[in-house]
């Protein structure tokens, strides 16, 4: 067969007009100069969403990539992180889990506690109006290099600062890291990025007879609530400070408050209800930030409260019991049940509006209502004992819709948090 030339091939294009190929390098050419003026434009036109979108699911569909075009930067003024839906993505695999991480407290390790679904593990956070970037853990790591970043808070905090250290602990050698507890402040240590990540204890923030050792029973407790400096002298000198405050409050009942001088100690306490206790104990703290730290030095987050879902009827499920056996989240848009307090959600609001320290809110609640299927009902612990297998059996009385299985929701709070860092 010969494999010279069609004599179509050797004929020279007709005068006048182009060759494809030109033609080709010519469009080709105004592509780039258009993109490149795009590129040196980016701090004038502010880019939409679709891009970011289609840059960051290149991102997500290789989990080893962590690096997003950074064109294409996340911005929390044009987004709304706490409006969106879960997606469920079924090839995504956490980058640990109850069994690789070595510093997750039993209570929260459900699958090796008992849970034989995953699928609540595979849900990610899409807002409506922007791109969340992926977790990217080296990145977090560099941003704390030199620093100490503090959660302090309850056991839900707890949580949060439990998924953030499991969340880049596997990046660190054996002998470069290292976790020291204690009674109120926990340290992890990532030695060659001269950072910590905290926790301390501190369920209401301000001061209580319940701080250490905890009182079981919300009848005894008495909140103290202009009293802070007790907890606060151990926030001095951190870098980043991330609080929270809520589910130790909702208790049902009228809260025994202490303030100022009683001459009758601990007899003086007044009853106050609820919304109006976290007022007063709320702007203590306020008061303590806008008084002690230098915003050019500390960073402050607040994380909003963090839904339970006792109540399956919320939900429309009139025939289960609060969380127990959901597999799946919430579909209904705006969705909000009667574990999350708005009165609550207001006074932060209120609060945080008026002081000087600028202090970014973390407004997890709403991508959290929808997460019914993420607690750790009765795949956790009580009293430092696993549940028994006749109190598993009775979920109304034991199955835990407070806490959340890790990994799990608290991975996207923190990528919230890393996002907005």
Not at 17 to 39: D, H, M, N, Q, R
Not at 226 to 243: C, P, Q
Not at 328 to 348: C, E, I, Q
Not at 374 to 382: L, M, N, P, R
Request: glycine share 6%.
């Amino acid at each position: 067969m010969s494999l010279a030339p069609s004599p179509s091939a050797t004929m020279k294009p007709p005068r006048g007009k182009l060759p494809v190929s030109i033609i080709t390098i010519v469009i080709c050419g105004f592509a780039f100069l258009a993109l490149l003026y795009a590129e040196t434009s980016r701090s004038f036109f502010k880019l939409k969403s679709c891009p970011r979108r289609h840059a960051a699911k290149k991102s997500r569909d290789n989990l080893k990539s962590f690096e997003l075009d950074d064109r294409f930067e996340f911005d929390p003024e044009e987004c709304t992180v706490n409006t969106g839906k879960w997606v469920f993505n079924k090839s995504l695999e956490p980058f640990y889990t109850d069994r690789s991480c070595p510093y997750l407290d039993r209570q929260v390790s459900c699958v090796k506690n008992g849970r034989r679904d995953f699928d609540y593990r595979r849900w990610e956070w899409q807002p409506d109006d922007c791109t969340l970037p992926r977790f990217n853990p080296e990145l977090a790591l560099k941003k704390l290099r030199g620093k100490r970043l503090m959660f302090v808070g309850d056991s839900l905090q707890r949580g949060q600062w439990q998924s953030l250290v499991c969340l880049v602990e596997w990046l660190i050698p054996e002998d470069k890291k290292s976790l020291k507890r204690g009674r109120f402040l926990s340290v992890f240590r990532a030695k060659e990025y001269d950072a910590t990540i905290e926790f301390y204890w501190a369920p209401y923030l301000i001061e209580s007879n319940s701080d250490q050792p905890i009182i079981g029973d919300p009848k005894k407790r008495i909140l103290k609530v202009d009293s802070i400096e007790k907890h606060a002298k151990n926030w001095r000198g951190v870098d980043i400070l991330v609080f929270n405050s809520y589910v130790w409050w909702m208790s049902g009942l009228r809260l025994k408050t202490l303030w100022g001088s009683f001459a009758n100690g601990e007899e003086g306490y007044e009853e106050l209800d609820t919304p109006v206790a976290y007022k007063i104990g709320f702007k203590t703290w306020a008061n303590w930030v806008d008084s002690n730290i230098d915003p050019n030095k500390t960073r402050i987050f607040f994380t909003t409260m963090s839904p339970t879902h006792t109540r399956s009827a919320d939900w429309n499920n009139t025939k289960g019991i609060k969380c127990f056996n959901e597999t799946k989240p919430v579909t209904k848009k705006r969705y909000w049940g009667s574990g999350s307090d708005k009165r609550m959600m207001s006074v932060v609001a209120s609060i945080i509006g008026k002081m000087k320290v600028p202090v970014t809110v973390l407004n997890i609640t709403q991508l959290s209502e929808y997460r019914i299927d993420a607690h750790t009902s009765v795949y956790t612990e009580t009293g430092g004992k696993m549940l028994t297998d006749k109190q598993k059996a009775d979920p109304l009385h034991h199955a835990d819709c407070i806490h959340w299985c890790l990994p799990g929701v608290p991975d996207t709070w923190n990528q919230i948090f890393l996002a907005y860092l």
